[in-house]
């Protein structure tokens, strides 16, 4: 029902920077909270930012927050993840999912509580 295509990963160095994207399909896009998360190998998924329907509430887990910055473009059906002063720990592949539940202007930190994913960018930072 809902595709979910992420773009914009890639390799940098240390203190650099990359803007992920990631285009979603459908009519109701501006209904859905949007989340980003990354998993590196070996370990479990992680929130890194959500944002609510409208743009007016975003969660940052505490070791981007300052460095990345999520956004959305309801009239482009897509949302973006600006990331700063990257470390070699963001090191993962990075994954765009839409909440399609009624939250209230609110945003969910759960990976299972999300409806659609993407297929995933690699983002590599090397020392």
């Known amino acids: 029902q809902v595709q979910l295509v992420e773009s914009g990963g890639g390799l940098v160095q240390a203190g650099g920077s990359l803007r992920l994207s990631c285009a979603a399909s459908?009519?109701?896009?501006?209904?859905?909270?949007m989340g980003w998360f990354r998993q590196a190998p070996g370990k479990e998924r992680e929130i890194v930012a959500a944002i609510s329907s409208s743009g007016g509430n975003t969660y940052y887990a505490d070791s981007v927050k300052g460095r990345f910055a999520i956004s959305r473009d309801n009239a482009k059906n897509t949302v973006y993840m600006q990331m700063n002063t990257l470390k070699p720990e963001d090191t993962a592949v990075y994954y765009c999912?839409?909440?399609?539940?009624?939250?209230?202007?609110?945003?969910?930190?759960?990976?299972?509580?999300?409806?659609?994913w993407g297929q995933g960018t690699q983002v590599t930072v090397s020392s």
């Open positions: 999912a839409a909440d399609l539940r009624w939250i209230g202007g609110a945003v969910r930190t759960v990976a299972n509580e999300y409806d659609y």
């Open positions: 459908g009519r109701t896009f501006s209904r859905y909270a």
